[in-house]
């Protein structure tokens, strides 16, 4: 393993992770607390201090470790999920559906700002190799939060927005699978199946969707 190579990349994707963790997480929270919920913001997890969601297995040893084991070609991590009591939602079933949409839409935007910042460097003449490819690692790390966290299945974001679109008794039995959920998107992810069917579909459309917003942009600056 290159370690300068690792040092290199560290720095290039350390604050486009923060952010996009940090974001993400606090995002949940907030809405959570819109719609009634302050569990999250009496533990202080509405900030965006990342040290409060950094999770030291999920966000880095085990990241660093598939690095080293994958030679990059694998990489896996988690925050701190925000706790949320649905029970204590105005209306739990509708509004978990606001609450899980909040990370990944949260995402969605950071992308779209990285995208921004990207052209704006670029229109300024700022060719310096190390900025650009934290643009477009911060656009990428939030393309992929943004489209693996809406895998329908619990605990992610799109199960939880999929057992609040489903009819009770439909979505009781999704419901169900959450206490195993996190070992059977391991699985679907070691295998493969998420990266071919969901994943590089869904980034696709979602980088054809992030160029079209900032077209204006980017011929404003060539």
């Known amino acids: 393993m290159d370690i300068a190579n690792l040092i290199q990349t560290v720095a290039i994707y ?11 997480e606090a995002a949940h929270g907030y809405v959570a607390r819109h719609f009634g919920d302050n569990t999250a913001y009496m533990l202080g997890r509405v900030t965006l201090n990342p040290l409060k969601h950094i999770d030291p297995i ?4 085990m990241p ?3 690095y080293f084991a994958t030679s990059g070609a ?3 991590g988690y925050a701190k999920p925000v706790p949320v009591n649905f029970g204590q939602l105005r209306n739990p079933k509708r509004d978990m559906i606001w609450v899980a949409l909040a990370g990944p839409g949260a995402n969605l935007i950071q992308a779209l700002l990285w995208g921004i910042l ?3 460097l670029l229109g300024a003449a700022v060719t310096e190799p190390f900025f650009i490819k934290m ?6 790390v939030n393309v992929v939060m943004f489209v693996f966290n809406l895998f329908p299945l619990p605990p992610l974001d799109g199960g939880r927005i999929l057992v609040g679109l489903l009819p009770y008794k439909q979505a009781a039995l999704v419901s169900r699978v959450e206490p195993w959920g996190f070992f059977i ?5 070691i295998s493969g199946v998420i990266t071919k069917l969901w994943l590089l579909p869904l980034m696709s ?4 969707f992030i160029d079209i917003v900032l077209t204006p942009l980017s011929m404003l600056v060539r």
């Open 64 to 66: 660093l470790l598939l």
């Open 74 to 76: 694998f990489l896996f």
């Open 58 to 61: 999920g966000t880095i040893a």
């Open 205 to 208: 459309l979602t980088f054809a």
């Open 185 to 189: 998107v391991m699985a679907l992810i």
């Open 118 to 120: 990207l052209y704006l």
């Open 14 to 24: 350390a604050l486009p992770v923060l952010f996009a963790i940090t974001v993400h």
């Open 135 to 140: 643009c477009q690692g911060g656009i990428l």
